[in-house]
């Protein structure tokens, strides 16, 4: 499959980068790893003949801890994150995120802000930026901005960045005692692109009156984007932190909060079945966790 | 436009010019006659085309030739020596991990970035290490035997 005829920059600075795309707007097909954007020119899904690649910019690869926060560069991959000491210690859920995207090969190249851009309503480190209630940070050259990523997503490959802008990172609060998170993943076949459905969910318990002080439950491949089961949240702040409590709150993410569709990856019962189960599961081995 | 890039490939230095909507699995194959590099899909699904790129295994069809200037990339052909075979692809050959052969380059690549990185994988390391390599074939239990057979 041939790669149409395109121009090549490789801009040094975020600053380098946003005069760019400013100058070439949308004609101009930002890339980081490239797992999406050469398929998708090669086949012909997309156009551009001007290709601006953020691989270059050192500080979009970084992670970082700062004060009660963590920033992860919008280039970080999915091989960095998943050996990330940070990642692996505080942020469980987004480190089995990566550790299932794709195969080993992608993962060495597939970075998670190329994964939140390509906005796939299956992609897999969404749900796990949800729960964890992620910032994404993001630039233009008139300045910077950030919009909690339960906003980010618009729609299939649409997201809440304007032509100019570029995704510079995102800032993830570290969570708090007596909290945990974790991420299930259906798919086909372990290493395959798209999952049939995938849930994350994070839980905050108080360790006196065992009761849910704060829950988030992210689903995805059930909507045109990865959604909060809010229903399901509310419905068991205060409850207390057990298996009824759980299983209540897969019932109401289930009924409540999704509508999936039939694909021939899996039919919208099967879906909505598996979202019970997912937001059951992931909220027990959370509150596993949180113990 | 060509770029002229630099890079080091199997232990050799080339500098080659390309144009920038090239991948290095053309490149390899195509420019430098490094046709050992297989492309099944052409869209990181298969792994025919894995290379070891800066100590990684990657898909070289889902990489820019010119953005691996400066890289150093190992591919199938830098295996066997004037001895003779790789201890890995010697482990195929006597195992039966190869039939028609078309995935052994990208298998034979991502094992050896497998054991360069973890000299003792489990069962579970050794079949994620392949995860990403289809074989039409073998069914790939040889497959695992023969990267079995290698661990330290
Ligand atoms: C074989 C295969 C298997 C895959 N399996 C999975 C899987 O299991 N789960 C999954 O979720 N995905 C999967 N993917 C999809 C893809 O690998 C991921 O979405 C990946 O994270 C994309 O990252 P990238 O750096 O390669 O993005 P790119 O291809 O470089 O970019 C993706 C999109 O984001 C835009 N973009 C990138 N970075 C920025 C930025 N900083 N600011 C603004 N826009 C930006 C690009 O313009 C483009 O539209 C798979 C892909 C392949 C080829
Ligand atoms: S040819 Fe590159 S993965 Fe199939
Ligand atoms: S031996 Fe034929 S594809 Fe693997």
Sequence with gaps: MLLPEFELHEPVSIEDALKLKKKHGKDARLMAGGTDVLVLLKK?????????????????????ESGNEVVIGACATMAQLSKSSVIKEKFGALKSSCDNLGSHLIRNRATIGGNCCNASPAGDTMPSLMIYDAKVMIESTDGKREVSIKNFFKGPGVTDLAIHEILTGFKLPIPPKNSGAHYIQLGKRRSSEINVVNVGSFLEYDPDTKTIINSRIALGSVAATPIRAQKAEELIKGKPAKEDTFYTAGETARKEDCKPIDDFRGSAAYRQAMIGVLTKRTLQASFEQAQ | MKKIINLTINDQAY???????KTLADMLRYDLNLTGTKKGCDTGDCGACTVILNGDAVNSCLILAVQTDGAVIETIEGLATDEGLHPIQEAFVEKGAIQCGFCSPGMIMSTKNLLDKNANPTEEEIREGISGNLCRCTGYQKIFEAIDSQKS
Excluded: H, R, Y
């Design chain 2, 15 to 21: 500098e080659i010019a390309v144009v920038p909507n």
């Design chain 1, 44 to 64: 012909k899904v997309i156009f551009t003949d001007t290709i601006i690649s953020l691989l270059q910019i050192k500080e979009l690869s970084q992670i970082k």
